[in-house]
């Protein structure tokens, strides 16, 4: 059974950093499409990051450009966010995701059959 586990949230003042981790269980997926989204209560889940098959290529939504970094340990089975000069405008829900079949990054969150179960971000002012 296919299982994304993410973990790392936690609490951080402004300007702090935090790397979010998503360990993937039950397969492999070095060469599937992977990303990042987050969810606010009363908002729809947004999406942040998003890394093709073989890592070279990496789109992030204009609210995170030159802040949060997508990145993916093939031998580990994991996908990972770094997030720098947090904002308190980034507290949300962070989801990781996988596509089943799926190559090339995508934005769209009906590209993705795997997701995690979320962990929390609190960045305070």
Same mark, same amino acid.
């Given at each position: ?14 300007g ?5 981790s ?34 070279? $290529?990496? %789109? ?8 949060? @970094? ?5 031998? +580990?089975?994991?996908? #990972?966010?770094?997030m720098?000069?947090?904002?308190? $405008?980034? %507290? ?8 089943? @079949? ?5 934005? +769209?969150?009906?590209? #993705?059959?795997?997701?995690?179960q979320?962990?929390q ?5």
């Amino acid at each position: 059974q296919v299982q994304l586990v993410e973990s790392g949230g936690g609490l951080v003042q402004a300007g702090g950093s935090l790397r979010l981790s998503c360990a993937a269980s039950g397969g492999t997926f070095s060469h599937n499409a992977k990303a990042w989204f987050r969810q606010t209560p009363g908002k729809e889940r947004e999406f942040v990051a998003t890394i093709n098959w073989n890592g070279h $290529e990496t %789109t992030y939504a204009d609210s995170v450009k030159g802040r949060f @970094t997508i990145s993916r340990d093939n031998t +580990l089975n994991t996908i #990972y966010l770094q997030m720098n000069n947090l904002k308190p $405008e980034d %507290t949300a829900v962070y989801y990781c995701a996988v596509s089943a @079949t799926r190559m090339a990054s995508s934005s +769209l969150k009906d590209m #993705y059959d795997y997701w995690g179960q979320g962990t929390q971000v609190t960045v305070s002012s």
